[in-house]
């Protein structure tokens, strides 16, 4: 597991409901699927008119209620669906790179049999469990995909069939986010209850998921990523709890398949959910209160501060009050974190079911395009979220997240209305009842300031990695003239680090970009008065006498002294 989520750090560095609380209808605004460039445009037209009529969103519905899927008598049951010819429709062909396509060994899963068994996971008290599946609400699984491998996708939807009691699956809805190959979805609606939507311009996995479960009949939403698998009874669990508290949303233990061998392997059940300030997933190992309950009762839901995201169920109903996803994240990311801080601010339970266990193959890198960026994308979406539920603690993601505060969130406001609308808790309480564990830091991460020699301060001009600073008169109202300097020494400006070219006198100093193990880039400062010292090298320190003939007064490092007055900054935070 370990392995697992080393590699889950390492890529992570890599229409709004307006439904009343209180009303029960079933509709959450679906969103608007225009050109990046219109759609932010007509998802708030939307917003305005479900507000007002409910009109658009209905014609949305109706939309997506027509998913397709093979006329009846085309149908087969899943045990006859022919998986190999599928398979070999879009199959790795000797000679290609295995992992171009999916960032995971394509030649491995091809191999792999779609109806393999994997081992049982479970604790062995899961296994005396005995479900009453008569008597279980019945659930839509929603996959969205976007260019997955056929050989995954369909191992995702077979398992799905034969792991469950078939009366419980009301349907698959497969929501193909505009891949290029129109019939890796389309060929799979052979398959009795599999329907299918097709996005006709990439949505992004959010928009995604509201499509389908907008086209969704049954009483739970199951959704699942497109290269799953489900292990021995996983659904039982997650729908009998439903059934005992609609206010519980659930989620499996996800195991993990090798990207390289596809192995299934066992995650621990020790773990649960969180972020750190700069909200950003990551496993956090149970507490020792947490460890001694499980103990005593190993079936028992475990109480998670977050989800991963792709594996969940909740109440249909209870997704759309609660306000479906936000419509104006893309692609990937962040939307898990939204989604668990609004399911427990608005009075709602997040859980991990140790019982119910599904596979997922991890990865180490993004398959797929971002349009505008991964980095920019996901710090987008994450402050989104941050400017609708963090309150006033949100200054801490600012301290953490180096560029955050630069990528503009767009507009919040109907989100902010959705958690007025539902009388939704305080980041605080959320803190302080559901994530004590998370500490407000101890002292602020980053200080910021000016950085001036008598009546001149340095200005970050252009700011552009390679650029330098100059001295400025200063003008004390920040902006240019504003740096951030953090407890490892770096100085930065614009999301870039001051950094010196090499540990020589005369070197010169510029805009890099951050790197936290880069030590040209720390400095030793002791304010309000100071040298500023290359940590790596302390004979050293930036240091601004002008050069015979240059128009700019640029730093550089020389050799300390004590009281030159091109080495003395002062610095007030
Ligand atoms: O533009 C896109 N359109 C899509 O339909 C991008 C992706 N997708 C689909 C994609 O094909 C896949 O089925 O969305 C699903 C998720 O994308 P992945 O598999 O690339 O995401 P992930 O497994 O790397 O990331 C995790 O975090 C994401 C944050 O946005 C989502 O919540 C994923 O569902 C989530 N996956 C899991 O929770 C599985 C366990 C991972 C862990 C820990
Ligand atoms: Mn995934």
Redesign the pocket.
Known sequence: WIF??AM?FY?LNSADSSNSFADNSDNGGGGGFGPASIRRAKAESIGKKDRAKNIVITRQQAADSQASSASQEQQVMWTNFDWKAYVAGGAWHAGEDKYAKNKFNQQVSDSVSAIRDVPDTRESQCRSIQYDSTDLPDTSVV??????ARSTLVRTVLSVFRMSPYHLVREIIL?D?FSTDEDTGKLLTQIAKVRLIRNNR????MR?RIRGANAATGHVLT?L???CECNKDWLQPLLSRIKSDRKAVVSPI?DVIGMDNFDYIGASANLKGGFAWNLV?K?DNLNSRELAARTRDPTAPIRTPM?????FSIERQLFNELGQYDTKMD??????LEFSLRVWQCHCVLEILPCSRVG?V??RQ???SFPGGSGVVFTRNTRRAAEVWLDEYKQFYFQASGGARYIQPGDVSERLELRRRLNCRSFKWYLENVYPDLKPPSAPLTKRGELRQGEKCLDRLTASVGSAPAMYPCHGSGGNQEWLFSDSGQITSSDLCLQAMSATPDARVLFSRCEINNAMQQFQFNPPNTLIRLKASPALCLDTKPIDGASLQNPRLHSCIAEGKFQQWSIKW
């Open positions: 697992a989520s889950y890529y996959i969205t995909f976007h260019n997955e929501v986010d990439r949505e992004g996995l995604s959704f990523d497109s290269h996800i997933f496993w989800i991963a995201g792709g594996l692609v990937w990311g962040a939307e898990n997922h991890f990865r993004h398959p797929y």
